[in-house]
């Protein structure tokens, strides 16, 4: 089974400021796909960004970007000018060849104003 | 948003009880998914379904069966419920062709006393 490992159970950021969440990884597979998503209080996990293995351009969604380092099975996401409604508990998830998903154990980010 | 519904969205129940909580979904997907959800272990996959009458365990299938005889429903059962199994469940199904990510229901809090 593949793991999944984010380091930070917590983190703080200033508004406007930017923040880097690390997610670390563990598998023998060459294809795969990794996604964050994020789950605000109201319990709704929401997709933030996903990247898919085999390619090597970082994927970006308007402020939100990866750092995939694939031989380092690494996954960071960077959150630039960072918004009160980013505030938030963030997974990193990992969908192996048999469409099964691993989840993170979550990094709860908190914004201050 | 996708189609998703859980049912119950909240339930309360006594050791010792079975326990069936519903996913529905609208989208006609293939894959449907159930997890749990505790602090400290992000989502973990209790089992997962990839076509009608297919099913597989995931990483903590004990204590829970499932059944999908059709493809909009997904039935997760507690068969024997334990205080253990107090938790926050989520069903998901698979993203839409060439997708990959998975879109997610409102979540069911399920105690037991």
């Known amino acids: 089974a593949q793991t999944v490992t984010q380091s930070q159970p917590e983190m703080s950021v200033q508004e406007a400021e930017t923040v880097t969440l690390s997610c670390t990884y563990d598998?023998?597979?060459?294809?795969?796909?990794l996604f964050w998503y994020k789950q605000p209080p109201s319990r709704q996990m929401i997709l933030v960004i996903r990247?898919?293995?085999?390619?090597?351009q970082n994927a970006t969604e308007n402020r939100f970007s990866v750092n995939f380092q694939k031989a380092a099975k690494s996954f960071s996401l960077k959150i630039s000018d960072s918004q009160l409604g980013d505030a938030a508990m963030y997974f990193c998830?990992?969908?192996?060849?048999?469409?099964?998903?691993?989840f993170g154990s979550g990094t709860k980010l908190n914004v201050k104003p | 948003d996708a189609g998703i519904t859980q049912s119950p969205r909240h339930k309360v129940t006594e050791t010792g009880t079975p326990v069936t909580l519903r996913c529905h979904q609208t989208?006609?997907?293939?894959?449907m998914y159930w997890y749990r959800q505790d602090p400290g272990h992000g989502l973990r996959l209790i089992h997962y379904?990839?076509?009608?009458?297919?099913?597989d365990k995931g990483e903590v299938s004990d204590g829970y069966s499932v059944s999908r005889s059709k493809t909009e429903d997904f039935l997760l059962t507690l068969e024997s419920a334990t205080s253990s199994q107090t938790s926050v469940y989520f069903c998901?199904?698979?993203?839409?062709?060439?997708?990959?990510?998975?879109?997610f229901g409102p979540g069911t809090r399920l105690t037991v006393t």
């Open positions: 379904s990839y076509g009608v009458k297919d099913t």
């Open positions: 990247q898919e293995a085999y390619k090597q």
């Open positions: 989208e006609n997907h293939r894959y």
């Open positions: 998830a990992y969908e192996d060849n048999f469409n099964k998903f691993y």
């Open positions: 998901a199904i698979g993203g839409l062709a060439g997708s990959y990510e998975q879109y």
């Open positions: 598998t023998s597979e060459s294809d795969y796909y």
